[in-house]
């Protein structure tokens, strides 16, 4: 089983349309984050949290929401989506080194949403 | 303006061809790391190199070698005898913490390498 786990995997959804993409992960990890992906774009930071009390905007928050229901889950919701919301979304853990800082990032397998 | 600027959007070699990816970075923390990851077509996101801002000596890992140069902010990547299976996205990351956000890890736009036989 993926360390890092996201669902659902695809998924296309009206305009409007309330959605939730949904993160688990195994490794124990504080920190979770969720990035989307756009051509041309890299990879830009939506939401991320350091512990379940913890939860920061990213570069790109408009549109979204975040809930960190337990050190493990980190839910992403777009509360009436918007074609331009369409791409590939990964949610990300990360551990702490002895200074306090992240270690490497480990990633889910991404969701790919289509908003129409 | 850019944390991590990738300038090279796409590269294109044949096999066996030495090729280098180029990342500058922009921070403001004294300490900072840097990282490296690979994306093959298949989508995920593979980690290949953390470095902290206090090492500078280059690494080199089989075909791999990176060069961090903190006098010019950057932290460069180089293939050697590239193959086939090196044709992937590459992202270069910087994880720097500010005082309003906290320990935040920002990505490049990223590099397309294509390698031919």
């Keep these: ?116 | 303006a850019q944390k991590v600027t990738q300038a090279q959007t796409e590269i294109s070699v044949v096999e066996k061809e030495d090729v280098t990816l180029d990342c500058v970075y922009e921070t403001r923390d004294t300490t900072y790391y840097l990282f490296w990851y690979k994306q093959p077509p298949s989508g995920e996101l593979v980690f290949l190199i953390r470095r902290n801002s206090f090492d500078e000596q280059n690494e080199i890992s089989g075909r791999y070698s990176w060069n961090f140069q903190k006098s010019t902010s950057s932290f460069n990547f180089t293939i050697t005898a590239s193959q086939v299976v090196d044709s992937a996205v590459y992202f270069c990351a910087l994880s720097e913490w500010q005082k309003s956000s906290g320990d935040k890890l920002t990505f490049g736009t990223g590099t397309r390498l294509a390698v031919r036989p």
């Design chain 1, 1 to 116: 089983d993926a360390d890092v786990t996201q669902t659902p995997r695809n998924r296309i959804t009206k305009t409007g349309k309330r959605i939730m993409l949904e993160c688990s992960q195994t490794k124990g990890h504080d920190r979770m984050y969720w990035y989307r992906q756009d051509p041309g774009l890299g990879l830009r930071l939506i939401y991320y949290s350091f512990d379940v009390k913890d939860i920061n905007k990213g570069e790109i928050s408009d549109g979204y929401s975040v809930s960190r229901q337990a050190q493990a889950k980190f839910s992403l919701s777009l509360e009436s989506a918007i074609p331009n919301q369409t791409a590939l979304y990964f949610c990300a853990t990360s551990s702490r080194d002895s200074l306090g800082r992240n270690t490497e990032a480990f990633f889910g397998q991404g969701t790919r949403l289509t908003v129409v």
